[in-house]
């Protein structure tokens, strides 16, 4: 079963405007972790972000992490068209063996 | 730097055959991720190596096997291919469990 759950599943921007997509997860984590895949192509690591943080920055990537609430965001801001790709959440739990749980993701379509 | 590298990029199989999967990093990590990725469904961990000489099962790894032949190598087979393993198949490796992966561009697999 999934872990993260990304919301929305699709966005449709315009160049320039920012865009923001969610991450819910079920248990408690260690780490989560966000990633970009373009089309045909592997993932990418964009962020980590441990579960004492509460908020990091990486360029234009804003990630925030609320574990009361099991729930990450990514704001990417000032978009381009070469933003436009699949974006996961993944968490890392705390209990037991190490498995890696990745979302659904949001497909991001940035428009110029 | 190759990073990552998977082979072959595409294949088509006929059910009950079986083949293997190659995935090699020259990065020097210890930990190294097999995943397939379906529609829909995310990515979904097959089994994961956290050091040389071992390897675990993760969420789905019924139907399939795998070999860390050293620190550089991870191979995924299939013994018995079924259509139900026609997917995209990811490898990854990081320097250690929790840490950021970097993937391979993959291999898309058919099963007729």
């Known amino acids: 079963s999934q872990q993260g759950e990304e919301d929305p599943q699709a966005l449709s921007i315009q160049e320039g405007e920012n865009a923001t997509m969610n991450c819910s997860y079920k248990?408690?984590?260690?780490?989560l972790q966000w990633y970009r895949q373009n089309s045909g192509r592997g993932l990418v690591h964009l962020i980590l972000?441990?579960?004492?943080?509460r908020e990091k920055h990486s360029g234009r990537l804003r990630v925030t992490l609320d574990t009361s609430k099991k729930s990450s965001s990514l704001l990417i801001t000032a978009s381009r068209a070469a933003d436009t790709a699949s974006y996961f959440c993944?968490?890392?739990?705390?209990?037991?063996?190490?498995?890696?749980?990745f979302g659904t993701g949001t497909r991001l379509k940035v428009l110029a | 730097n190759a990073g990552v590298t998977q082979t072959p990029k595409f294949q088509v199989l006929k059910t009950g055959q079986s083949m293997t999967l190659q995935c090699a990093q020259d990065?020097?990590?210890?930990?190294m991720y097999w995943y397939r990725q379906d529609p829909g469904m995310g990515l979904r961990l097959i089994y994961y190596?956290?050091?040389?000489?071992?390897?675990d099962k993760g969420e789905v790894p019924n139907g399939y096997n795998v070999s860390r032949l050293n620190k550089r190598e991870f191979s995924l087979r299939l013994e018995s291919a079924a259509p139900s393993q026609t997917s995209v198949y990811f490898c990854?490796?990081?320097?250690?469990?929790?840490?950021?992966?970097?993937f391979g561009d993959g291999t898309r697999l058919s099963i007729l």
């Open positions: 248990t408690s984590i260690n780490n």
């Open positions: 990065m020097n990590h210890n930990s």
């Open positions: 990854a490796s990081s320097e250690g469990v929790s840490q950021p992966q970097h």
């Open positions: 993944a968490t890392d739990g705390t209990s037991g063996t190490y498995k890696s749980i």
């Open positions: 190596s956290a050091s040389e000489g071992t390897t």
């Open positions: 972000i441990r579960s004492n943080e």
